[in-house]
């Protein structure tokens, strides 16, 4: 049997029916491949956001900066959000910082809602120092 070749071919989506039909029909097509997805076209090359400024980078991620403050003293949600606000940083993001480290184990919350560390991070403070 003689080796079958792999054919790209791009089509219009009004020809599309038409198209597959007469490749149907035609003698010596084994098998027909199709890729329906649509890649959207990037204008040279280059991923644009659209009006949207881009966002800014900083030394330290959102996760260090709650947990350096933490680290010095316990502290509830407004506290941690204004040391995020001396930091530049936006402070509706604190939630989101608050819940990951929360879930990871990193951070505890008392029933007066008074944030701290728990023994598994102060474990990788100490740890970090003792390294320096």
Excluded: C, W
């Excluded at 029933?111 to 560390?117: C, E, H, M, N, T």
């Amino acid at each position: 049997m003689p080796k079958p070749f792999m054919l790209g071919v791009e089509v219009e989506e009004i020809a599309l029916g038409k198209v597959m039909r007469q490749l149907n029909n035609m003698p010596g097509v084994v098998k027909l491949h199709m890729d329906l997805k649509t890649k959207a076209a990037k204008p040279n090359g280059e991923y644009t956001r659209g009006p949207y400024k881009p966002r800014k980078v900083y030394a330290k991620t959102g996760e260090e900066v709650a947990l350096e403050y933490l680290a010095k003293k316990p502290g509830t949600n407004a506290q941690i959000r204004e040391q995020f606000i001396v930091e530049h940083r936006s402070p509706h993001s604190i939630n989101s910082v608050l819940h990951t480290l929360k879930n990871d184990g990193l951070i505890k919350a008392d029933d007066a809602g008074v944030y701290s560390l728990t023994k598994k991070m102060k474990d990788r403070l100490r740890h970090r120092k003792d390294k320096k």
